[in-house]
């Protein structure tokens, strides 16, 4: 050990321990367990019993065979209980824990996914994507997936509509998708959706609904253009267990305004992100983290009766944005 205590205030600090090891470290705290944290008001006899039950809850998967599962099954065992024994959970908590899991069960259907509204609220889905997409040479960086895409989204040609009659001012997007050296990619895949103006998307309304939620494909050029909806805040669905969470935490259950995309082609990293007006109200407290600098682009507003970049008449003013797609190699 280095240190008899250096401690600097927060019950997290680790220290130099090794596992399973137990110290008095002051009047009523002690150190314990393999990730060294500082539990006080623990007696070192109740932390060896609570240490007990996790080296036998990590012992019961010595007989798995599969490497992967072991590890993530230990490790998440050992944070879990670090945590319990870190807050000192009553039962209470727990119990109340359990009920707010189950309620997230009940009010998911194939619409909506509470639990993945849960995950991006905590940042788990922010981070497990910042894990999962490794930065390479430029490409696009990914955000979160969120909880409305579906697989049946209608295919569009270049140039056309992909609102369906949503409301929301007109956004005609555009750009290209090349790889990491710049080499454009025709036949790359693109999926888009997004909120209507007033912040709620199609299966919203109806399961069965298909409008601002589309695919198209880049032409030769490895280039792409369409017509969307210039993105608005909105709140995510906070009339559950999720959005009782974030009122009694004080914060706010508004997502940044976004247009989601989602861009495949052979040989290449799939890539899931958004990308956010400038100056958006929201700026960057988005309620599920996605935001990144790099994925912020202007959105001009354009004043009635300015040609659009297709001829199509617009009954009134609309956006315009520029979105070059750098897909990473797959296996990066």
Same mark, same amino acid.
């Given at each position: 050990?280095t240190s008899?205590?250096?401690?600097?205030?927060?019950?997290?600090t680790?220290l130099?321990?090794?596992p399973?090891e137990?110290?008095?470290?002051?009047?009523?705290?002690?150190?314990?367990?393999?990730? @060294?944290?500082?539990?006080r008001?623990?007696?070192?006899?109740q932390?060896?019993?609570?240490?007990?039950?996790v080296?036998?809850v990590?012992?019961?998967?010595?007989?798995?065979?599969?490497p992967?599962?072991k590890?993530?099954m230990?490790?998440?065992?050992?944070?879990?209980? !670090?945590? &319990?024994?870190?807050?000192?959970?009553?039962?209470?908590?727990?119990?109340?824990?359990?009920?707010?899991?189950?309620?997230?069960?009940?009010?998911?259907?194939?619409?909506?996914?509470?639990?993945i509204?849960?995950?991006?609220t905590?940042?788990?889905?922010?981070q497990?994507? =910042?894990v999962?997409?490794?930065?390479?040479?430029?490409?696009?960086?990914?955000?979160?997936?969120?909880?409305?895409f579906?697989?049946?989204?209608?295919?569009?040609?270049n @140039?056309e509509d992909?609102?369906?009659?949503?409301?929301?001012?007109?956004?005609?997007v555009?750009?290209t998708?090349?790889?990491?050296?710049?080499?454009?990619?025709? @036949?790359?895949?693109i999926?888009?959706?997004?909120?209507?103006e007033?912040g709620?998307?199609?299966?919203?309304?109806d399961?069965?609904?298909?409008?601002?939620?589309?695919?198209?494909?880049?032409?030769?050029?490895g280039?792409?253009?369409?017509?969307?909806?210039t993105?608005?805040?909105?709140? &995510?669905?906070?009339?559950?267990?999720?959005?009782k969470?974030l009122?009694?935490?004080?914060r !706010?259950?508004?997502?940044a305004s976004?247009?989601?995309?989602?861009v495949?082609?052979?040989?290449?990293?799939?890539l899931?992100?958004?990308?956010?007006?400038?100056?958006?109200p929201i700026g960057?407290?988005?309620?599920?983290?996605? &935001?990144?600098d790099?994925?912020i682009?202007?959105?001009?507003?354009?004043?009635?009766?300015?040609?659009?970049? =297709?001829?199509r008449?617009?009954?009134?003013?609309?956006?315009?944005?520029?979105?070059?797609?750098?897909?990473?190699?797959?296996?990066v």
């Amino acid at each position: 050990m280095t240190s008899k205590h250096t401690q600097t205030g927060h019950p997290d600090t680790h220290l130099d321990v090794a596992p399973n090891e137990v110290e008095e470290l002051e009047e009523g705290s002690v150190q314990s367990g393999a990730h @060294g944290r500082i539990y006080r008001d623990v007696t070192p006899e109740q932390a060896a019993v609570e240490q007990t039950l996790v080296d036998a809850v990590v012992a019961s998967f010595d007989a798995c065979e599969d490497p992967r599962l072991k590890e993530v099954m230990v490790s998440l065992v050992k944070h879990m209980h !670090s945590f &319990i024994r870190e807050v000192r959970l009553t039962e209470k908590e727990w119990g109340t824990a359990i009920e707010f899991l189950t309620a997230a069960g009940h009010i998911t259907d194939d619409v909506r996914q509470e639990f993945i509204l849960l995950s991006d609220t905590l940042g788990a889905s922010m981070q497990t994507i =910042n894990v999962n997409n490794l930065a390479y040479k430029g490409a696009t960086e990914a955000t979160v997936f969120g909880p409305f895409f579906v697989e049946d989204a209608p295919e569009i040609a270049n @140039g056309e509509d992909m609102a369906f009659g949503a409301p929301g001012e007109p956004c005609w997007v555009e750009g290209t998708v090349t790889d990491t050296d710049g080499k454009p990619l025709a @036949g790359a895949r693109i999926e888009v959706w997004e909120a209507d103006e007033d912040g709620l998307y199609d299966v919203q309304y109806d399961a069965g609904k298909r409008a601002a939620r589309a695919h198209l494909f880049t032409d030769e050029n490895g280039e792409y253009r369409f017509w969307g909806l210039t993105p608005t805040p909105y709140p &995510i669905p906070h009339d559950g267990p999720v959005g009782k969470m974030l009122s009694a935490v004080g914060r !706010s259950p508004l997502r940044a305004s976004h247009l989601h995309f989602m861009v495949s082609h052979e040989g290449c990293r799939t890539l899931v992100t958004h990308i956010f007006p400038t100056g958006d109200p929201i700026g960057k407290a988005d309620t599920v983290f996605g &935001i990144k600098d790099s994925l912020i682009k202007d959105f001009p507003r354009q004043p009635a009766g300015t040609p659009t970049p =297709n001829g199509r008449e617009v009954d009134g003013t609309w956006s315009r944005v520029r979105f070059d797609i750098v897909l990473a190699p797959s296996g990066v």
